[in-house]
């Protein structure tokens, strides 16, 4: 979840040292902390976001459709009120190498999005 490049939650396969972890970490203004991190066997991975007015939640499957929750952050720390603006909060997927040139594909294939019952 986005409100801008200051503040934001993600969750992520990443890859560090030749080992892949799942970590979920956080941004709020100038704080920036990796909350949750654990290894992660395989290449495939399904990532999930719930909601509610005040909070969401994180979670990510493996193949197999074993649902692991992985975190969650406060919908206010994303508010105007709080990250300035109005852009609104935004979610998607994204690769980055960080800053360096990356040779490790990442492959996308599919992205839903289901409106909650209050939407």
Same mark, same amino acid.
Request: net charge neutral.
């Given at each position: 979840?986005?409100?801008?490049?200051?503040?934001?939650?993600?969750?992520?396969? #990443?890859?560090r040292?030749?080992?892949?972890?799942?970590?979920?970490?956080?941004?709020?203004?100038?704080?920036?902390?990796?909350?949750?991190?654990?290894?992660?066997?395989g #290449?495939?991975?399904?990532?999930?976001?719930?909601?509610?007015?005040?909070?969401?939640?994180f979670?990510?499957?493996?193949?197999?459709?074993?649902? #692991?929750?992985?975190?969650?952050?406060?919908?206010?720390?994303?508010? #105007?009120?709080?990250?300035?603006?109005?852009?609104?909060?935004?979610?998607?997927?994204?690769?980055?190498?960080?800053?360096?040139?990356?040779a490790?594909?990442?492959?996308?294939?599919w992205?839903?999005?289901?409106?909650?019952?209050?939407?």
């Open positions: 979840m986005r409100s801008d490049e200051r503040f934001h939650y993600d969750i992520a396969l #990443t890859r040292d030749g080992q892949r972890f799942v970590r979920f970490r956080r941004r709020i203004g100038s704080l920036w902390k990796a909350e949750l991190e654990e290894p992660y066997e #290449t495939d991975i399904v990532f999930g976001v719930e909601a509610d007015p005040a909070r969401y939640r979670y990510y499957e493996r193949p197999n459709g074993e649902r #692991t929750w992985f975190g969650s952050g406060e919908c206010s720390l994303l508010s #105007t009120e709080t990250a300035g603006g109005f852009t609104g909060v935004y979610f998607g997927m994204y690769a980055t190498g960080n800053g360096s040139a990356c490790a594909p990442a492959h996308f294939d992205f839903r999005y289901r409106p909650g019952a209050n939407s």
